[in-house]
Structure formats: structure tokens, C-alpha cells
């Protein structure tokens, strides 16, 4: 009788390996395993630089270049009669490649414990769309692998391949090939399956580097550094000057040597400027590089918040040799850098690489791995991505853009041209907490506001530290109702008759709310929305809108098309409403 009972029961099933040869024991033991893939393009066809501006000054259709108005020829290898360029993204238009200053890639590190696990996945290209990252998740869900544990992050640097699309030879032509996007969702699975396939057990040290030496900062700030707008090694473009001066990173290490590093770092990587027409990963690549020399391994380099806007760019380092020791005067001052180049890409990564290598003091046991995601949809209320949508530049299916009853405010707010998909991620890795967003971060929507006093009352900016471009006539304006949705007020008098400073009108395009918030109606910072020792931004996650501005401070005027002033970053937003849905999104997963 036992053994009939015995026969019926059925067999439990057997469970699926994990693809890729993931590692998910519940044995309390980290693992990880790590990968790089090149995603360097191949340049098949050239230009002349008759002029040197480091532009295609001719016409894509003439090779020659002596049909009226095409002033430069190409190299028309194939022979189509079309110029088949790679056209660089970040600053102006009609930037193609000319050769490879140092290759592009893909890196990642997959890490489990205790059954939970993530991809990290750090890209070199100014952003990857959401739909190519989904591309991705899609096919490593498809073999068991959790969409939702897949972190891309774009490094943004200014000197790689169009991926996004309005950087080509004109506002009309998209920059971006499709086939080079599509190859980058290959690479991104090709190396997590890889690094997947590698895993091994590790054991972490974690460290945040707060570039707080008086060599990174100008003289407001406390510091020595010549250039009093430096603060934490960067500058902030935009008022008021508040920058990301923190370097945060990860090392695991295997019984045999170092298996990766991951580090995240804000500002900018354009660095090398645009005076010159090199593929390049900039300032990350260069990080990448001394940190794997010197600490064996794959370093994956993984953006922060790099909105407001911050940037090395123009500003001033100190000097270091080859071997990466400080370079001197004889009175044991620093030897300073401020021309922007190939060379300040390489000192500026050695320097970030050496804070982050030195903040690795924290080697105690992880005890979690922990993922979490608030996903929502952006209205694109700005007229430069509605109309780089309606031309077709960007790399993305024309289903990718969401025109239901779903997408807020479409269908009745003649502004919202439709919604574009994107999520936030809580990313806990033991003691360092990451907090993602789908774009360019302010800083201070991530560690809040100073606290001084010109941030609250406008009279006070004047000659502040922070507030360099202020218009002393708009110290007694009403951003919020009288500067928000225009580029000038007429106030009737100059101030304190100062005719050589004021004229009487307030310049909206050099001005800022006052009190300068992040919010009206979320004013805690995402920092203070996560758990965690080490709590670290990470931008231009899994998606790319733009920038991603305080919404007191967002001026509805500005575009393409007009005088931008101080307010720049507007026209390169998807909305005016992204910062308090990206606030909303963290908001949403401090309560779980």
C-alpha cells in the first residue's frame, strides 16, 4: 500500500539552471563575475577639414565638394554618393569622426547574494534610448534572467557615436545609425551573459572619495585651487554653483586578483572639448584604463549626476606625471593644467581614479543585495524633442511614443506631444546604495540645497560665490510669477542707480527662483529617500531624456530656437515636470 501511494505522488519538478551559468547559492557568499566588449565603430569614410573648425563643412550628397555651398570633400569609398560618416554627439552638429583617439566599450559586472543578484552595465556613449536597453532586458528575461536586475548607464561622453540621434549633419538629419544602436544592445547582452558565465566568489571594499583637497577647490570654496569657480575638482555651468564632487566605488576581488571595479563619477566627460574630430570615452576611459593597469580586473565606470550642468571642461587640475605623481614647482606648489585636450583627459581620469582606488577603506561583509523600481511616463512637453520625434532623428520605433489616455496631459494639454517610458532604481549592494534616474541629475535634486542665505533671497546673490551670472535687476522679482515663462521684465527703475550694472529690466535668462528649491511639492532630496552607508547617484539609467531640472527653476520660454541665457538645460529637457515625477518615483519607494 506504502509503496502504490509512494508511485502516485508525482516527482517534484526540477527547476532550470540559471542562464548563463548565474551563481545564486544561498550560501552567504558574494560572487561576481565581469566583461568588456569594444563597441568602437568602424570610420569607412572621411572628410577634409579645409578650415580646421573640426566641422563637415560640405554637402552629403557632393564628394568633390565644389557644388555651391558645399565647401569640404569626402571620401565616397563605397561609391553611393552619400557621405557615410560617424557623426559624433554632445556638442554642435556636423562633428564626424576622423579616427579613434582611444576605443569605446561596454562593461559590465554581475554580482548575486543569497539568491538576489544585478547587472551593472556602464556604456561610452552620450545615452542609450530606453527601447534599446529594453531590447536587451527582453531577451535576457527571455532566458531567465531578470529584466528588471539590468542597470545601463551612459557615461555621456561628448566624443563617442551618436546614439541618441540630433547630433547629425543637420537639425533635419539624424546622426544616429540604427545598425551601430542595435549592435550596442548586442554588446550589452554579450557582456552580461559573459560576465555571468564568469562568476566566482569575491569579497568587497567599498569607498567614497568627497574630492574635498584644497588643490580641488577655488578660493570661495576654501581651497587653492586658481580657478575660484572649482569646487570638488568641477565646475557647475549653471546658477547656482552646486556640484557632485564625490567619487564612489566598489572593488571585488577573487582569490586570484582583482575581478572588477566599479566606480561612479559626475561631470561631464567631455573633457577633451570639440576641438577635434577623435572617438573617445574622455575622462572615463581614461579612469578605466589607470584603474585596470594598476589594479588588475574590469572597471566599469558608471555616470553620476551630471545635470546643472556639471563639467571639468574650462576649469584648472593639478598637474601629474605619466606615472601618476603630483608635478611640483620649486616652492612645492602645485603645477597647474587648464588647457582642455588629450591631456587633461588623461590627468583628470588618473586623478578621479587615484581618489577612488584610496577611498576603499570599508571591507566589511555584505549582508543584502537589493533591487527595487518605480517606473511612470514622461510627458514631452518640449518642443525640441516633439519635433526630434515628429522628424524621426531619434533612434527609437514610432510605437515607442505613448499618445494613450495613459500619457498625462495628451490629449487635452496642446503642449504634451505624447510620453516616453522610464523607471528609477534602488540598487542596494551591501553598504552603497545607488538611486537612478533616466537623465542628466541635477545635483542638488540628489543631496538637496546648501543652506545659505542667497539661495533663499535674491538681493543677496550679487557677488556671491555661487551666483555668478545673476542680474542684479531681478533681485526683487517673483521668478515663479513673473520670469518663469518669459525671457525679460520690465521693473521701472535700474537698482540702486547703478546705470553701470542695471538698466531697469530683468534679464529671466540670468536669474533663478528664489528661494532656489528642488521642489514645491517634494522638497526632500533622493538622498535622504535611501537606505544605505554610502548613498550614490547614478544617471542616465536604462533610458535618456535630457536634463533633469528643478521644477521651480524650469523656464518655459526657452528652446532651440531662442536666447537661452543661464537656462540652458531646458531645451535639452523632455519636460518641465521630469524632476518632481523622478522625486515622486524615489518618494514612491522610500514608503515600501
Not at 12 to 36: F, T
Request: charge should be negative.
Amino acid at each position: 500500500m506504502l509503496l502504490s501511494l509512494l508511485l502516485a505522488c508525482p516527482a517534484p519538478e526540477e527547476q532550470a539552471p540559471p542562464p548563463y551559468g548565474l551563481i545564486l547559492e544561498n550560501d552567504g557568499q558574494l560572487y561576481a563575475g565581469a566583461a568588456r566588449v569594444d563597441i568602437t565603430p568602424t570610420i569607412s569614410e572621411t572628410y577634409t577639414d579645409l578650415n580646421g573648425n573640426n566641422e563637415f563643412d560640405g554637402c552629403n550628397t557632393d564628394p568633390s565638394g565644389t557644388r555651391g555651398g558645399c565647401d569640404e570633400p569626402y571620401d565616397d569609398v563605397n561609391g553611393d554618393g552619400h557621405f557615410q560618416g560617424i557623426w559624433m554627439a554632445g556638442f554642435q552638429s556636423r562633428r564626424a569622426a576622423l579616427d579613434v583617439h582611444d576605443p569605446l566599450s561596454v562593461s559590465a559586472v554581475v554580482i548575486s547574494l543569497d539568491g538576489e543578484y544585478v547587472a551593472l552595465v556602464g556604456v561610452d556613449a552620450l545615452g542609450i534610448l530606453e527601447n534599446r536597453v529594453r531590447d536587451a532586458g527582453a531577451v535576457l528575461d527571455a532566458d531567465g534572467f531578470d529584466r528588471d536586475r539590468l542597470i545601463v548607464s551612459s557615461s555621456h561622453t561628448h566624443s563617442a557615436a551618436d546614439t541618441v540621434g540630433i547630433w547629425g549633419l543637420d537639425e533635419t538629419s539624424s546622426g544616429a545609425d540604427p545598425e551601430y544602436t542595435a549592435s550596442i544592445t548586442e554588446a550589452i547582452l554579450e557582456a552580461v551573459q559573459t560576465a555571468a558565465s564568469v562568476m566566482e566568489p569575491v569579497s568587497p571594499t567599498v569607498g567614497q572619495a568627497d574630492m574635498t583637497g584644497p588643490e580641488y577647490n577655488g578660493a570661495p570654496f576654501g581651497g587653492i585651487n586658481p580657478d575660484a569657480s572649482v569646487e570638488g575638482g568641477i565646475n557647475d555651468i549653471r546658477d547656482p554653483l552646486i556640484t557632485a564632487g564625490s567619487v564612489f566605488s566598489i572593488a571585488l576581488d577573487g582569490t586570484a586578483g582583482r575581478v572588477a571595479t566599479v566606480v561612479s563619477a559626475s561631470g561631464h566627460p567631455e573633457t577633451s572639448s570639440d576641438e577635434h574630430s577623435s572617438l573617445s570615452a574622455d575622462y572615463a576611459g581614461a579612469m578605466r584604463d589607470w584603474i585596470d593597469t594598476s589594479d588588475g580586473g574590469t572597471t566599469v565606470f558608471l555616470s553620476g549626476a551630471l545635470g546643472g550642468m556639471q563639467s571639468a571642461l574650462g576649469s584648472t587640475v593639478p598637474m601629474v606625471d605619466s606615472a601618476g605623481a603630483r608635478i611640483l614647482a620649486e616652492d612645492g606648489s602645485p603645477e597647474w593644467l587648464s588647457d582642455n585636450g588629450f591631456e587633461f583627459v588623461r590627468v583628470w581620469g588618473t586623478l578621479l581614479a587615484q581618489e577612488a582606488q584610496a577611498s576603499l577603506t570599508d571591507d566589511q561583509p555584505w549582508k543584502q543585495i537589493r533591487i527595487r523600481k518605480a517606473s511612470f511616463l514622461i510627458p514631452v512637453d518640449n518642443v525640441s524633442f516633439a519635433l526630434a520625434f515628429q522628424l524621426h532623428l531619434l533612434d527609437t520605433p514610432d510605437e515607442y511614443v505613448d499618445q494613450s489616455p495613459d500619457c498625462p496631459g495628451y490629449g487635452y494639454d496642446p503642449d504634451v506631444f505624447g510620453c516616453v517610458p522610464a523607471s528609477v532604481w534602488v540598487i542596494e549592494l551591501g553598504p552603497m546604495t545607488f538611486g537612478s534616474a533616466p537623465g542628466e541629475l541635477f545635483p542638488e535634486l540628489f543631496w538637496g540645497v546648501p543652506d545659505e542665505a542667497a539661495m533663499a533671497d535674491a538681493a543677496l546673490r550679487s557677488g556671491d560665490a555661487r551666483w555668478t551670472q545673476h542680474d542684479r535687476d531681478c533681485d526683487g522679482v517673483d521668478f515663479a510669477a513673473q520670469c518663469k515663462n518669459t525671457d525679460s521684465v520690465t521693473v521701472g527703475s535700474d537698482c540702486d542707480g547703478d546705470a553701470g550694472a542695471c538698466d531697469g529690466v530683468c534679464n529671466c535668462l540670468q536669474t533663478h527662483a528664489a528661494p532656489y528649491r528642488i521642489s514645491d511639492t517634494l522638497p526632500t532630496p533622493i538622498i535622504d529617500l535611501l537606505p544605505g552607508t554610502y548613498r550614490a547617484p547614478l544617471g542616465i539609467t536604462n533610458a535618456y531624456c535630457g536634463y533633469i531640472v528643478p521644477g521651480p527653476d524650469f523656464n518655459t520660454y526657452v528652446n532651440v530656437t531662442n536666447e537661452q541665457g543661464d537656462h540652458y538645460e531646458e531645451t535639452n529637457s523632455c519636460s518641465g515636470g521630469f524632476a518632481d515625477q523622478v522625486l515622486g518615483a524615489f518618494s514612491s519607494l522610500a514608503e515600501d
